[in-house]
């Protein structure tokens, strides 16, 4: 359990980072209008779904 907690822990600080960095992907939908903003990360929510996948999909395999 506590090697599964750290090896959520870490993919959680690497998605993380990317998402500072990279940002929004283009796919993403933003509605902006006034000071209001609306941020629907669609693209970005798949990516990280496929690589959460196949990430546990390996893990998986090892044990």
């Not at 993403?28 to 903003?37: E, R, S």
Request: glycine fraction near 12%; aromatic fraction near 12%.
């Amino acid at each position: 359990m506590g090697k599964m907690l750290m090896v959520t822990g870490i993919i959680l600080l690497i998605i993380g980072a990317l998402w500072h960095f990279v940002g929004k992907l283009p796919g993403d939908i933003v509605f902006k209008k006034g000071n209001t903003t609306i941020y629907f990360p669609i693209v970005t929510s798949i990516v990280i779904s496929i690589i959460l996948s196949l990430i546990f999909y390996i893990i998986g395999r090892f044990k």
